[in-house]
């Protein structure tokens, strides 16, 4: 059963505290990516990475910080240097090639307490 | 920097009604352009994807248009129904493999 997988599904962050939201795929993708959606907005690029041992920046990856040691797993980890991260987290994976399309995990909702 | 834009924002019908969203983008130089359907609190489904050379695509009921040098793309729905009730968004493919997401239109189909 392919698919991706995100976990947890709600996660809860005290003030301070870094957290990892993970992010499994089966698909054989090479590329990842990390958004975040808050409401009334659409979905913000965090990172992506094309290959594994490699990722880049989307545009507000400060605070974020990712690895991508292994081709199926891109973890996010939310740092107390993002000051604002209660959101909705979505990962994505994609065949490299140009013209296949984006899949999407259920998300994980972050919520600081 | 691509900007996408969808209008209207929310839109209400009754059911059986075939109806009409829009999705509009500033720069032309798309590789692609893909339909998803957001269910509240849940990630997104992948609906329709349109390559940059195609002018459509259909699935079903669903329609979805793409003029790229006017920085358009319509999804059509036919004979809409309650279970079609959901946030609608588009994203255009540029440049290294990003993804640009319009806000979303958010549909309700009245029983």
């Known amino acids: 059963d392919g698919g991706i997988t995100q976990s947890p599904k709600y996660l809860f962050r005290k003030e301070g505290q870094n957290v990892t939201l993970s992010c499994e795929q089966n698909?054989?993708?090479?590329?990842m990516y990390w958004y975040r959606q808050d409401p009334g907005q659409g979905l913000r690029l965090i990172y992506y990475?094309?290959?594994?041992?490699?990722?880049q920046k989307g545009d507000i990856a400060e605070g974020y910080s990712v690895s991508r040691e292994k081709k199926e797993s891109f973890p996010l980890t939310v740092t107390s240097a993002q000051k604002n991260p209660t959101a909705f987290y979505l990962c994505?994976?994609?065949?490299?090639?140009?013209?296949?399309?984006?899949?999407f995990g259920q998300g994980t909702r972050l919520t600081v307490v | 920097k691509q900007e996408v834009t969808q209008i209207p924002a929310a839109l209400s019908v009754p059911e059986g009604e075939n109806l009409v969203l829009n999705c509009s983008f500033t720069d032309s130089a798309i590789y692609n352009l893909q339909w998803f359907r957001q269910d509240p609190g849940k990630g997104l489904t992948s609906l329709l994807l349109?390559?940059?050379?195609?002018r459509e695509q259909t699935s079903g009921r669903l329609n979805a248009s793409l003029d790229k040098s006017s920085g358009r793309s319509t999804l059509y729905i036919a004979a809409s129904q309650p279970g079609d009730s959901a946030t609608y968004l588009c994203?255009?493919?540029?440049?290294?493999?990003?993804?640009?997401f319009g806000s979303g239109t958010k549909l309700n189909v009245k029983p």
């Open positions: 990475s094309q290959i594994v041992n490699d990722f």
């Open positions: 994203a255009v493919r540029g440049n290294f493999n990003k993804f640009y």
């Open positions: 349109i390559q940059s050379s195609q």
């Open positions: 698909l054989n993708h090479d590329a």
């Open positions: 994505a994976s994609r065949i490299r090639a140009e013209n296949t399309e984006a899949f």
